[in-house]
Every structure is written in C-alpha cells, then in structure tokens.
C-alpha cells in the first residue's frame, strides 16, 4: 500500500487552470498589497483639492508611493523566475529591504519636482522668460526618468545610494528602449489618472508589472555589468 505524496500549500498546480489561477491570485494579492502600504498617500490625495497651492502637499502624499511600488517590483520579480502561491510574503521581504534605501532618494527628488512644479506654475507671475519654463520642463522630465530607473535599481540591487544615483543617470541614455518604455508607461499612467484616479489605483498591480517588464533589460545588464 503507497501513501499519496502530498503537494505543499505554494507549489502550483501542472494544469492550465491552475496556473492562470495562480496569476489571478498574484495580481489580488500585489493590488492589495500597494493599496495597503500607500494607504496613507492615498488618503491625503483623496482629502486635497486640485489646485496648485497644494503642490507639497500632493509631494508629501507621494513619499509612500516610493517603496510600495519597489516592493511591488520585488515580487514581480519573483513571479518572472519562481512563482508560488507566496506573493504577500515576496511583497513584504521585498518592503522591508527597500524602504529605506528608496526613501533615502525617493524624498529629495520628490521636494525637488515640487520645487520646479511651484516655480512652473508661478512663472507668468514672475516676469520669467518662457523658456525658462521649458528648461524646468525638460529638469522635471529628465528626474522622472532618472528616478524611474532608480527605483527598479533600489528595489533589485543592494546598490549605495550615490550608486543608484550613478546607475540610474547612466541608463537613462545607456539604454533608450528602457527609457522610452518607461515614456509608455507614465503616458499611459496619466491617460488613466485623467480618466480617474480610482481607474489608477485599481491597476496598479498591472501597471507596475508592465513598469517590472519593461525594465526587464536594464536589469539583466545591471546584473552582467555591475554585480559580481
């Protein structure tokens, strides 16, 4: 008489059902898991008028985003290599090895988009000439990008700070595709925040894997250039 092997509780199933099943369940779980942990962004953003004297405050709302969506890139990675029924435990492994390596630069960048942001909108009061409007634009456009890269590097790599800092300028033109569809990704994340906020929030889990495939490529060369 044989006994029956017994499948651990994380260990997915072979049929096509199974799986699906278990992406389902990944994208819950991650959805809740950023709702969770930018619970307090949230709450702050849904109590502010839209209006531009709210600029730091909309800033201040932003600090939890950092580490939610670095965590969230942390599990995803997960989920590209070895997936399990685990996405919560990845989530919060992923949390509290990034928090205060992205908070680190993740505050600072955001107080300086919201110092060009302040200065953009009062610009026509202050007699500035227009292109200097542009040049704030363009400042503002290069830190998201730049900040975009950082926070796949902070959320993946054991880099320094100042090295994040380094890596991450050095991708925004070393690697273009990555670059553009991190473009993709913020057009498309402003289509729905136009749409509605609520629409954003509720894909966050597949926006931040689209965000966790597109960077794909800077991460496999990270890996080969910068990592022993």
Request: with cysteine; charged share 10%.
């Amino acid at each position: 008489m044989t006994a029956m092997a017994t499948k651990p509780d994380d260990e997915l199933g072979t049929g096509a059902l199974s799986r699906w099943s278990a992406v389902v369940y990944w994208f819950l779980v991650v959805e809740g898991m950023i709702l969770l942990t930018s619970a307090p962004g949230l709450v702050l953003l849904t109590l502010l008028d839209r209006d531009v004297s709210n600029v730091p405050l909309v800033a201040l709302a932003c600090v939890p985003f950092g580490p939610s969506v670095a965590a969230a890139l942390f599990a995803w990675r997960v989920f590209a290599r070895d997936r399990d029924l685990s996405p919560a435990r990845h989530f919060w492994r992923g949390y509290r090895l990034d928090v205060l390596d992205v908070l680190r630069w993740w505050v600072p960048t955001l107080a300086v988009l919201a110092i060009i942001a302040v200065n953009l909108t009062h610009l026509g009061a202050t007699g500035l000439p227009p292109v200097l409007g542009v040049a704030l634009g363009a400042v503002a456009l290069l830190v998201v990008l730049w900040s975009g890269h950082a926070l796949v590097l902070s959320a993946l790599f054991s880099f320094r700070t100042r090295d994040v800092a380094r890596l991450g300028a050095y991708f925004v033109a070393g690697k273009p595709l990555v670059t553009l569809g991190f473009v993709s990704v913020l057009v498309l994340t402003a289509a729905l925040t136009y749409a509605s906020d609520w629409l954003l929030v509720l894909l966050a889990a597949p926006l931040t894997y689209l965000y966790a495939r597109t960077a794909a490529p800077m991460v496999a060369a990270a890996e080969a250039q910068f990592t022993a």
